[in-house]
């Protein structure tokens, strides 16, 4: 079982759409939990951080933990064209080291 | 620096040579992190420095990789008899704690072509 485990997708949304991306985790004693976004060729770019259960929102992104059921989602609302990237869940544990997801893509067509 | 400076940004090399890859953090910063990410793959953790303390190797994949951290601030990454399997984006991260909720500030990579 992989550590952090992501869809690959692609996942497919029109604009203006709410867009939902999952993630489920292994490790109980995971603390902080985070959303990268990384456009084709580019770096990853943090964009969401939260470590309790519960919502945590921000502009038209919302991440929600679920530490229980070991899951994270993002949800993307009012998609546009420029959010059309590939999604990465990081979870981070007791210690320094972040274990990144494989990914989701996401495309919002117009 | 205002962000993650990596150099070269691109490195093609022949099998067998050896490689550096150079990665100066956001000033301040005491984590420092190496990553690679193989085509359409996730990120795969390699080592982390954090100030004085002795660096977390455990991700290297084998004893031709290795890094250090002069200072607490630039760090390079140097690959021995580089194979066509280490050829990836090698992407260097900052944090400014090392504990807590920080997320990282990545660096542009290091694109590593060996052919």
């Known amino acids: 079982q992989k550590e952090v485990e992501q869809n690959s997708g692609p996942l497919s949304v029109p604009e203006g759409a709410i867009a939902s991306l999952n993630c489920t985790y292994s490790?109980?004693?995971?603390?902080?939990f985070f959303w990268y976004r990384q456009y084709s060729g580019k770096s990853p770019e943090l964009i969401m951080s939260i470590y309790s259960n519960g919502d945590k929102e921000d502009g038209r992104f919302t991440a929600q933990l679920n530490k229980a059921s070991q899951y994270v989602s993002l949800l993307i609302r009012d998609s546009q064209p420029s959010d059309s990237a590939t999604y990465l869940c990081a979870v981070r544990g007791g210690g320094f080291k972040t274990i990144f997801g494989a990914g989701t893509r996401l495309f919002v067509k117009a | 620096g205002a962000g993650v400076s990596q150099s070269p940004s691109n490195k093609v090399t022949e099998k067998g040579k050896d490689v550096e890859l150079r990665c100066d953090p956001i000033?301040?910063?005491?984590?420092l992190y190496w990553y690679r990410q193989s085509l359409g793959q996730g990120l795969e953790f390699l080592i982390y420095f954090q100030g004085n303390s002795a660096p977390d190797k455990s991700g290297l994949p084998s004893d031709r990789f290795s890094a250090e951290r002069t200072g607490g601030s630039v760090s390079t990454l140097t690959i021995q008899r580089t194979q066509q399997e280490d050829s990836a984006v090698y992407l260097c991260?900052?944090?400014?704690?090392?504990?807590?909720?920080?997320?990282?500030?990545f660096g542009s990579g290091t694109r590593l072509t060996v052919v």
């Open positions: 490790d109980r004693g995971s603390q902080s």
């Open positions: 000033s301040g910063h005491t984590a």
């Open positions: 991260a900052s944090s400014l704690v090392w504990a807590g909720g920080d997320g990282y500030t």
